[in-house]
């Protein structure tokens, strides 16, 4: 498990909570901080003698962040978790149920959709079926408008992959992405023959808050998206010939 964060102190002991009350037996909590001036660092340190790996310095922004911390993950299953999102009782056991028993590279549950206040919007869980395999289609994907706009696809803090579909992938987040880099690494997974496995459980909560990054830069979202796509040209041109 990685957790980035910068300057959310207001949400980040409900996030680290989330996880360490897990008492999974088999944690590893890799948490990246970015040289934070609201009293993160002081939460943190708090924290430091649970957590295997804490690292808090300036870094070139969330992938960069993202990348260090994956470098230090040991786990056979990976994530990530955003400081202002958090897991759901049980989300771990959950994921190494499906994982001991079904040969897939991808678990994804329900998502709780939170206020910042932490109060339920809706949960969301994916169009895919649940208690069985299911292909992660590079072209579904690519379908933006159509797939993953309409909410047929998963919230990331919902989704753990593999360590080797991480290898197969690239082993990496690209580092120039502010926005849409989990997009594009699960493009990068469709690439790489992911297999699904969805449960009922709803496993994570992604919170909605007024300092959200995406909620306020939505007009740098969708045209990051155009050029990821363009990037993946060459995959596409390849789906629609004869």
């Known amino acids: ?14 996030c680290l909570d989330s996880v360490l009350g897990q008492n999974y ?4 909590f890799v948490v990246i901080d970015g040289g934070s001036t609201d009293g993160s660092r002081e939460i943190l340190e708090s924290y430091r003698h649970r957590l295997s ?15 260090k911390g ?3 993950a040991t786990g056979d299953v990976l994530t990530w978790l955003c400081s202002d999102d958090r897991l759901e009782p ?6 190494a149920r499906v994982r ?4 897939c590279d991808i678990v994804v549950g329900g998502c709780r959709v939170i206020d910042g206040a932490g109060q339920t919007k809706r949960i969301h869980h994916s169009g895919f079926h649940r208690g069985c395999l299911s292909p992660l289609s590079f072209g579904d994907l690519a379908s933006f408008t159509s797939t993953w706009q309409k909410g047929l696809y998963f919230y990331q803090p919902e989704l753990f992959f593999t ?11 690209k580092e120039h992405l502010h ?4 997009y594009e690494l699960f493009l990068r997974f469709g690439l790489s023959g992911a297999r699904l496995y969805a449960v009922d459980q709803v496993l994570a909560s992604s919170r909605q808050h007024d300092d959200q990054k995406t909620r306020h830069d939505l007009p740098m979202y969708l045209p990051t998206v155009r050029r990821i796509l363009m990037d993946f040209r060459l995959q596409l041109v390849s789906l629609v010939q004869p």
């Open 163 to 173: 360590r080797d579909l991480w290898n197969r992938a690239g082993a990496h987040v």
């Open 25 to 28: 037996p088999n944690l590893d």
């Open 179 to 182: 926005y849409a880099m989990d």
């Open 1 to 14: 498990m990685v957790t980035v964060s910068f300057n959310q102190s207001r949400f980040l002991r409900d």
């Open 90 to 95: 049980g989300a771990l056991e959950a994921v």
């Open 53 to 67: 790996h804490l690292v808090i310095e300036p870094d070139r922004g969330q992938s960069h962040a993202l990348n």
């Open 70 to 72: 994956f470098q230090l």
């Open 100 to 103: 001991s028993s079904q040969p």
